[in-house]
T-cell receptor
Framework: AQSVAQPEDQVNVAEGNPLTVKCTYS??????LFWYVQYPNRGLQFLLK??????LVKGSYGFEAEFNKSQTSFHLKKPSALVSDSALYFC?????????????FGKGNQVVVIP | DGGITQSPKYLFRKEGQNVTLSCEQN?????MYWYRQDPGQGLRLIYY???????QKGDIAEGYSVSREKKESFPLTVTSAQKNPTAFYLC????????????????FGPGTRLTVL
């Protein structure tokens, strides 16, 4: 079964500094990987996904993520963090085989951007 | 959140009561999903449906029931058999996966917060 690990409960970063949110995964075969963001008492918003092709994926709001197959990682990055980036971030994975589209989510990382 | 609505936003239930959470989408998506979110535990899949009149249990289906009579609607009933129902419930939808090419992104509604009194 597929699984995702987000090792840090909270990430603190100063406004204007680079932001990295870590994600490692376990899945059979080549994974499909996703990042979502959640603001308080809201649903999840899709940021970006990796299916195939370039290892560097660009998404919404200036975020990008790098797929690293050898390290089974899909870290989310932003070159310059904004206070408005403070939110809960979820990484998710699904295997490419099969048609049920079942995602496995990590526990989430709380990002706090300090003014 | 656009295209997927959930109601109510907040719901209070007395012990022993069944309650139904609404989820509607106008994205013409075939597949719909229900997740439960608890602090520090991420999202856990309750039920999902890939097409009208069909649905499958997820990882934590006990104490919940669903129906899928219309493409646009996927209501979730939290029954009295669910021992710890206080949580944030999220509905999602996607286009229907098509086997190995199924890469369809799930889009989420705004959620319903259920509290048992």
């Amino acid at each position: 079964a597929q699984s995702v690990a987000q090792p840090e409960d909270q990430v603190n970063v100063a406004e204007g500094n680079p932001l990295t949110v870590k994600c490692t995964y376990s899945v059979s075969g080549n994974p499909y990987l996703f990042w979502y963001v959640q603001y308080p008492n809201r649903g999840l918003q899709f940021l970006l996904k990796y299916i195939t092709g370039d290892n560097l994926v660009k998404g919404s709001y200036g975020f990008e993520a790098e797929f690293n197959k050898s390290q089974t990682s899909f870290h989310l990055k932003k070159p310059s963090a904004l206070v408005s980036d403070s939110a809960l971030y979820f990484c998710a994975v699904r295997p490419p085989l099969g048609g049920n589209n079942r995602l496995a989510f990590g526990k989430g990382n709380q990002v706090v951007v300090i003014p | 959140d656009g295209g997927i609505t959930q109601s109510p936003k907040y719901l209070f239930r007395k012990e022993g009561q069944n309650v139904t959470l609404s989820c509607e989408q106008n994205l013409n998506h075939d597949a719909m999903y229900w997740y439960r979110q608890d602090p520090g535990q991420g999202l856990r899949l309750i039920y999902y449906s890939q097409i009208v009149n069909d649905f499958q249990k997820g990882d934590i289906a006990e104490g919940y029931s669903v129906s899928r009579e219309k493409k646009e609607s996927f209501p979730l009933t939290v029954t009295s058999a669910q021992k710890n129902p206080t949580a944030f419930y999220l509905c999602a939808s996607s286009t229907r996966p098509t086997g190995m090419r199924g890469t369809d992104t799930q889009y989420f509604g705004p959620g319903t917060r259920l509290t048992v009194l």
